[in-house]
């Protein structure tokens, strides 16, 4: 609440498709749960009453397209509120009844159930994670998709992402372009540009250490190789105690709650788990050129006042994957002052081994680390005695990681260093 009808709504609104919403409370205090079980009350009895009118079919009926998007834009256009603060979007906003939400459900093929997460397993800190885990093993389909309570999407969008898996066996989920509304800033703005411009698979997979390249919510997974064979289930992961590198799984169950409860601090984003561990397994991700996830902004979403959003600790989430996908190989970062010494000092404490890091401002004069006649130095190297050029060629090529927030430094990095290679060499920020 407030927006979660609005949210449901754009759910059960699905077309040509089967599809279960499962709606997880974690003890809310807002009345969400009151919206849903008479959500529920309100689906079966509108359930009887077409069934007294006429059969109902259990064959997904084809939809008009023109009238669809029309359908879609008039209800975009009520239930987006609109308006930069949250007291302007809401005071333009009606939430839909249970009532109404449940006669738009009427029209498809799309069912609800409600779940609570246990009162007494709340009092772990665990927020995403132990919410979409209870929906996760209450689920029944072979794909898996998700819903932030206060987004909308299209009523196509999941006919669309099941065609996209059809139609891309290699594919282990797909997701979607996606559409700010509401608090409009350029700094969300040029951040959604980015992560919109990823589109190929490969795209997708290499731009994990500079920022989420996809909206996670507006995807659809394979249950069989995203969950069942590989990530298992999503994670809260903590430090304990901050600094450490020592991490613990809070999506489990309250048996970490002594230990984590005074460490707030060290919690890493679920989405930014997500992927590094996505892509650590190897799975592929494409992503559809269609914008059909809406994402709502206001100044108290989480995104922007969670602690576990913060940039220490997406950079730490980083680090830690960083350094596990380069293993015994060397890392060079290059980049630029306190953003560059905080990564450094990040991969450190998750084991990197560095062979150098490298302050340079694109644009200027290359530094030696950056020519083809450097070599990194050996661990224990006697500097009394030179090297023999035979050995120093055979010596592993360090692993060469550019860490820089801005797009503009990106592509004069890619441009101004002659051996860059966009298929080695990795872009973080």
């Known amino acids: 609440m407030p927006w979660l009808p609005s949210c449901v709504a754009s759910v059960l609104m699905q077309t040509n498709v089967h599809l279960e919403l499962i709606a997880v409370d ?81 029209r498809t093929s799309c069912v609800l159930r409600v779940a609570c997460v246990d009162a007494n397993v709340r009092r772990n800190p665990s927020g995403q994670g132990l919410a979409l885990n209870t929906a996760l093993q209450m689920s029944r389909g072979e794909l898996i998709g ?28 797909v997701t979607s372009k996606l559409q700010i509304f509401g608090w409009d800033r350029p700094g969300m703005q040029r951040y959604v540009d980015w992560q919109n411009s990823l589109v190929e698979p490969n795209d997708i997979a290499r731009g994990r250490f500079v ?27 903590w430090e304990v105690p901050v600094g450490s590198g020592t991490l613990v799984d809070c999506a489990v169950g ?46 108290e979403q989480s995104t922007r006042t969670h602690s576990r959003t913060h940039v220490d600790r997406i950079g730490d989430c980083k680090a830690h994957y960083l350094a596990r996908l380069a293993g015994d190989s060397p890392l060079m970062i290059v980049g630029r002052g306190k953003t ?5 000092a990040d991969l450190k404490r998750h084991g990197g081994t560095l062979c150098a890091s490298v302050d340079w401002k694109p644009g200027t004069s ?8 450097w070599t990194p130095p050996c661990e224990h190297e006697n500097e009394e005695r030179e090297e023999p050029a035979s050995k120093r060629r055979r010596r592993a090529a360090p692993m060469r990681v550019f860490v820089y927030g801005a797009e503009k430094a990106r592509r004069r990095v890619a441009s101004c260093v002659p051996s860059f290679d966009a298929g080695v060499d990795w872009f973080a920020a």
């Open 340 to 344: 560059l010494s905080r990564f450094v």
């Open 366 to 373: 290359l530094p030696e680390e950056l020519s083809g006649s």
């Open 254 to 299: 309250a048996e970490h709650v002594e230990n984590v409860l005074p460490k707030l601090a060290g919690w890493w984003p679920v989405d930014t788990d997500f992927w590094m561990r996505y892509f650590e397994h190897n799975l592929v991700a494409g992503k559809l050129d269609d914008v059909m996830y809406m994402w709502r902004q206001y100044p």
């Open 211 to 237: 920022e989420i390249p996809a909206q996670r919510a507006s995807g659809l997974y394979r249950r069989a190789s995203v969950f069942d064979r590989a990530l298992v289930r999503y994670r809260d992961i």
């Open 146 to 173: 998700e819903m932030e309570a206060d987004d909308l999407r299209p009523p196509w969008t999941f006919h669309k992402l099941v065609s996209a898996l059809d139609a891309n066996p290699a594919w282990d989920g």
């Open 26 to 106: 974690d003890n809310s205090s807002d009345n969400s749960l009151t919206f849903l079980r008479e959500l529920e009350d309100a689906m079966r009895e509108q359930q009887a009453e077409c069934a007294n009118c006429h059969t109902v079919s259990s064959e997904v009926e084809e939809t008009n397209g023109e009238q669809e998007k029309d359908q879609w834009e008039a209800f975009f256009s009520m239930h987006s509120g609109g308006g930069d603060d949250t007291a302007s979007q809401e005071s333009r906003y009606k939430p839909p009844t249970p009532a109404e939400v449940a006669k738009l459900a009427s």
